[in-house]
């Protein structure tokens, strides 16, 4: 199974408020338990045999206090979290673009410390390009953007801890 049908297997399970999911395909086996979660309540949904190999717990999908998840190619008004660049003051959010987390990880701007970011403001990105790198269970994986646009702002810092479905950075499509 790939990283990107496990991840879109984790929308699946988040967006059904599922408190369990096991699945089971030859010798792949994965696990899922969320926040839902409350032992004796409805059994576990399960494919194949319920012996796990992997366990990967999902996060709650982020949303602003007072607007409804958006997809990642709609326009959000998601808040900023204090970022180092300083030319971000102040941007209208919502005729942006999200770009945001498929997993819950560390989020990396650039492929190594000693390497430039993949992306800063300014920035023109196509879709399918990549635009961080979040790591999770000591795997580094590539997050590539689902729009097109020019980057406004970066809404996360280096290094810093995200949820799934946090928005990372701001695209303007007319860019």
């Known amino acids: 199974m790939s990283t990107k049908e496990i991840q879109d297997l984790l929308?699946?399970?988040?967006?059904?408020?599922?408190?369990e999911f096991k699945m089971k395909d030859g010798e792949f086996s994965l696990s899922i338990r969320t926040k839902h979660f409350v032992s004796g309540e409805n059994g576990p949904i399960t494919i194949g045999s319920p012996a796990p190999v992997m366990s990967m717990?999902?996060?709650?999908?982020?949303?602003?206090?007072?607007?409804?998840?958006?997809?990642?190619?709609?326009?959000?008004?998601a808040p900023a979290s204090?970022?180092?660049?300083?030319?971000?003051a102040d941007v209208d959010e919502s005729n942006y673009l999200a770009v945001k987390s498929p997993m819950v990880g560390t989020f990396y701007r650039s492929p190594?410390?000693?390497?430039?970011?993949?992306?800063?403001?300014?920035?023109?990105?196509?879709?399918?390009?990549?635009?961080?790198?979040?790591?999770?269970?000591?795997?580094?994986?590539?997050?590539?953007?689902?729009?097109?646009?020019?980057?406004?702002?970066?809404?996360?810092?280096?290094?810093?801890p995200v949820e799934y479905d946090q928005v990372l950075f701001l695209v303007d499509p007319k860019g």
């Open 11 to 19: 929308k699946l399970v988040s967006k059904l408020e599922l408190s």
């Open 112 to 160: 190594s410390p000693d390497k430039p970011v993949y992306v800063k403001i300014g920035d023109t990105i196509a879709s399918g390009d990549t635009v961080c790198i979040i790591e999770a269970m000591k795997l580094f994986n590539e997050v590539e953007s689902e729009v097109s646009g020019k980057i406004v702002k970066v809404l996360v810092e280096d290094a810093q």
């Open 82 to 88: 204090a970022n180092a660049e300083d030319d971000q």
């Open 57 to 77: 717990p999902t996060a709650p999908v982020y949303a602003p206090p007072s607007a409804a998840p958006a997809p990642s190619a709609a326009p959000s008004a």
